[in-house]
């Protein structure tokens, strides 16, 4: 049987790494500055280009 620490220590591996996902993900809007229509365009794309860029690998 398995020891059971293992299995608790790859579900924080797994935590850790769809938390820093989440960050990254979530950068342009956690900045101070107010979105203005063409930056929200902008960060939408940065988003969506991440995302396809994620997914290929």
């Not at 790859?10 to 342009?28: D, G």
């Not at 956690?30 to 203005?36: E, G, L, T, Y």
């Amino acid at each position: 049987m398995t020891n059971p620490g293992w299995i608790v220590l790859a579900w924080l591996v797994v935590a850790l790494a769809s938390a820093i996902k989440f960050w990254s993900l979530t950068r342009p809007y956690r900045s101070k500055k107010a979105f203005s229509s063409t930056q929200t365009v902008k960060a939408r794309e940065r988003l969506e280009r991440r995302w396809r860029k994620d997914s290929k690998v």
